[in-house]
T-cell receptor, first 111, second 111 residues
Framework: SQQGEEDPQALSIQEGENATMNCSYKTSINNLQWYRQNSGRGLVHLILIRSNEREKHSGRLRVTLDTSKKSSSLLITASRAADTASYFC???????????FGTGTRLTIIP | DAGVIQSPRHEVTEMGQEVTLRCKPISGHNSLFWYRQTMMRGLELLIY????????DSGMPEDRFSAKMPNASFSTLKIQPSEPRDSAVYFCASMGTGELFFGEGSRLTVL
């Protein structure tokens, strides 16, 4: 069963614009992670944010976490064609390393 | 390190046949996960191991599925007998310091 739901399901933007994806989850978490999946490939880890953190940056990526709303957002700034992929959030709970993935957002960057 | 290695990358088989998928995790990673990905159900966790011991197999669909990890460098997922509804991409992933490293997946088609 899915713990997280990404929103929107699909997003198309022009190259250079910013892309924002949201993730909502249902139960208390320890960590929340974001992954990218290029078509036909395995998932690649992007960033991890802990439940006691509110914001984290990595290069052009910015992740926020609001545990009171059980939601997270992933912002990709200055998008590039190579950012075209599906993006998934994943959560685990305290004392349990099992990672449950959301439904994903398919991002298309238009050159 | 070569990353997580899965084989075969593609398998086409007929209903009723036995299928064995193989995975070599990253050396030094203590946890190994098997996921299944379909358009309808997204990414589902089937089973995960810690130090070669199955910890949570609640996602294994039914008795036709079995997984083993005889040592730290090898795991198998077996389906016997296979059915058309088992068609999916099966991913193996090993866990580093909280994040998952995925293989490229095994695309299974059961006719």
């Amino acid at each position: 069963s899915q713990q997280g739901e990404e929103d929107p399901q699909a997003l198309s933007i022009q190259e250079g614009e910013n892309a924002t994806m949201n993730c909502s989850y249902k139960t208390s978490i320890n960590n929340l992670q974001w992954y990218r999946q290029n078509s036909g490939r395995g998932l690649v880890h992007l960033i991890l944010i802990r439940s006691n953190e509110r914001e984290k940056h990595s290069g052009r990526l910015r992740v926020t976490l609001d545990t009171s709303k059980k939601s997270s957002s992933l912002l990709i700034t200055a998008s590039r064609a190579a950012d075209t992929a599906s993006y998934f959030c994943a959560t685990d709970s305290f004392g349990n390393e099992k990672l449950t993935f959301g439904t994903g957002t398919r991002l298309t960057i238009i050159p | 390190d070569a990353g997580v290695i899965q084989s075969p990358r593609h398998e086409v088989t007929e209903m009723g046949q036995e299928v064995t998928l193989r995975c070599k995790p990253i050396s030094g990673h203590n946890s190994l996960f098997w996921y299944r990905q379909t358009m309808m159900r997204g990414l589902e966790l089937l089973i995960y191991f810690n130090n070669n011991v199955p910890i949570d197999d609640s996602g294994m669909p039914e008795d036709r599925f079995s997984a083993k990890m005889p040592n730290a460098s090898f795991s198998t997922l077996k389906i016997q007998p296979s059915e058309p509804r088992d068609s999916a991409v099966y991913f193996c992933a090993s866990m580093g310091t909280g994040e998952l490293f995925f293989g490229e997946g095994s695309r299974l088609t059961v006719l």
